[in-house]
């Protein structure tokens, strides 16, 4: 199951994350570690049992569709690093080659 | 900017089109998909907006039960089947409209699929097979600052505003829509149109393209004629207005016949649409498994009960072709009155005018003509004019007793609009009602005898046409209020 270096830097990509080979070097092999405990699972795992998505059997838990009142902009804002005209400020986005 | 691009005559004449289909509509529920939150556009930013379509650690959805109800009505009018137990999933990615870090989709489950349109192009039916109708949420919307068009592109930083993130979103996909020959670009966009028709019919969204409501992603490719074998295609976005799908379609097809035609090879991409005519490269797309989709835990499955889709089935209206048939029959319009009506979108507002009373041919005559061009100088929709259909109901009442001739009846249109009041109230507090009584007409006429000496002559000649003058005059002092056939009576009376 070792993962290699391309599917870690790929992953790093989609998570924007960028990461020097030495890092990619560093990393690979602990993700390895992660994903081989997990792997255990597999084990017991038989075909006859369904991958389990939820823990409790329940269907249909809906909210009716009533207006509640939202935060003040203030309040959404407060946390913000960077706030301009009402809006959250994040920095430019990268490696979009529109 | 543009690249090459072959003539459209020649391209058919080497390959048929394939075309492919994704619509984005917002529902118009009251609230968000997994939050109370108001669902509505225009709001000021980040107004709109509470722990959950923010994505703050902790907090948890909850399904709108509406927007399931809606997703379902849409699958229904598709001619969907309807799953019986499907579920949200996680499609993660970063970017800043999803604070979230991944939308809450349906992915490999969705709600309604397998379903089929019906429509027609000049005279010629075609069959549009419909792969699936999925539920998701909107992301937030962002604004690019610097650079030199506003775009992504050279942009010193972003703003954000999450209002709209966390609406509830359908998508709506057809399978590869075969057999469309030249006529592709026209079929999509007629295929949009029905779409809008019927979501408006179905009352499930307010489908506003320039508003964002209805978006359209449209995919072609292009097979050599006789080939079997799908071609590569390209995934043009940003195309948001029914005349914009079919440009965008018509260019990309000559485009790929070009680079085709030249031996090369077209590179499977997103574009995005330019409304000088033109579509670009736009960023390559993440992989199905790059979105590292799995089931949403936070949200249990959806599972309708028969009794439930069948009780939803029962309230899905004809599809709008049949319904334009029936309502063109029960209003006696011609083909050319109800082409007219349908392309102004005036089908709705007609129909609630004649719900009133209003004759349909005088419903008919208003929504197209005055109000037509009030809504046109407003950029307005018919249905967002601030007039109901009760108003011009009244409004044709009025006119019909003779009470206020079309001149005056325009005045009370502007005042309505205008938020003065109703027609009735209107034409009594400001003394608008025609004036046919004899005796004030009499002295009005005598007037204008005397002020166009000239023309009272040439009736007493026999020069008839003449009394256009006359009436005039009197109109003018009236201020429009005088009984046009009762005054034309009079003076003939006089001088005949």
């Known amino acids: 199951m070792a993962l290699s270096i391309t599917e870690v830097a790929r992953l790093g990509a989609l998570a924007r994350i960028s990461l020097t080979d030495a890092e990619l070097e560093h990393l690979a092999p602990q993700l390895d570690l992660i994903l081989e405990a997990v792997a255990e699972v597999a084990k017991v795992a038989d075909p006859d049992i369904p991958p389990t998505s939820h823990a409790l059997p329940l269907v249909n838990v809906f909210r009716e569709d009533e207006v509640r009142p939202s935060l003040t902009n203030a309040q959404v804002l407060s946390a913000a690093p960077a706030v301009e005209d009402e809006r959250f400020r994040v920095p430019r986005i990268l490696g979009e080659e529109e | 900017m543009s690249e090459e691009i072959m003539d459209y005559a020649e391209a058919m004449a080497s390959f048929d089109p394939v075309l492919g289909l994704e619509v984005h509509v917002e529902l118009n529920t009251a609230t968000k998909m997994f939050c109370g939150c108001v669902n509505q556009f225009g709001s000021a930013p980040n107004s709109n907006t509470c722990p959950v379509c923010l994505g703050l650690p902790g907090a948890l959805p909850a399904v709108n039960a509406k927007a399931i109800e809606s997703a379902i009505r849409i699958g229904l009018a598709l001619n969907c089947e309807i799953s019986g137990w499907c579920r949200f999933a996680r499609k993660n990615y970063f970017y800043p409209d999803m604070t979230k870090n991944f939308q809450t989709s349906q992915y490999d489950e969705p709600i309604a699929f397998d379903g089929y349109v019906e429509l027609e192009v000049e005279g010629e039916p075609f069959r549009i097979p419909i792969e699936r109708a999925h539920m998701e949420e909107d992301a937030g919307k962002l604004v690019h600052v610097g ?240 007039i109901t259909p009760a108003q011009v109901a009244e409004l044709q009442q009025l006119v019909q007793a003779g009470t206020i001739n079309d001149t005056i009846a325009r005045k009370v249109i502007d005042a309505v609009l205008a938020g003065e009041g109703d027609p009735a109230q209107l034409v009594e507090t400001r003394q608008l009602a025609t004036v046919s009584d004899d005796d004030a007409l009499s002295d009005a006429v005598e007037r204008a005898i005397a002020q166009n000496a000239d023309a009272a002559q040439k009736i007493r000649d026999g020069k008839v046409q003449a009394v256009g003058a006359l009436i005039g005059a009197v109109m003018r002092e009236s201020k429009g209020k005088a009984d046009a056939a009762k005054v034309r009576e009079l003076i003939m009376a006089r001088l005949g």
């Open chain 2, 147 to 386: 650079g030199a068009t506003g775009r992504i592109q050279g942009a010193d930083y972003s703003l954000v505003d999450y209002n709209r993130a966390g609406t509830p979103l359908i998508e709506i996909v057809t399978k590869p829509v075969y057999g469309t020959g030249a006529k592709a670009p026209q079929v999509a966009k007629a295929y949009v149109a029905f779409l809008r028709d019927m979501l408006r019919d179905l009352g499930v969204s307010d489908v506003r393209m320039e508003q964002g409501s209805l978006r359209c992603d449209a995919n072609v490719s292009l097979m050599p004629k006789g080939a079997s074998e799908l071609g590569i295609r390209s995934e043009t976005k940003n195309v948001n207005s029914l005349r914009s799908i079919e440009q965008a379609l018509n260019y990309e097809i000559r485009r790929q016949a070009a680079i085709l035609a030249s031996g090369g090879k077209v590179k499977q991409e997103t574009r995005h649409w330019h409304e000088e005519g033109y579509t670009s490269p736009g960023r390559s797309k993440e992989t199905a498994e790059d979105y590292r989709y799995f089931p949403e835990p936070d949200l249990v499955p959806i599972a309708p009960s028969r009794e439930w889709v069948d009780e939803l089935r029962a309230t899905i209206p004809s599809p709008p072709d049949v319904r334009r048939q029936e309502l063109q029959a029960r209003w006696g319009f011609s083909e050319l009155e109800l082409r007219d009506a349908v392309n102004a979108g005036a089908l709705g507002v007609i129909e609630a005018t004649v719900a009133q009373g209003c004759p349909p041919q005088a419903a008919r005559k208003w929504w197209l003509t005055e109000l037509a061009r009030r809504a046109n100088e407003a950029h307005l929709e018919l249905d967002e004019l601030p």
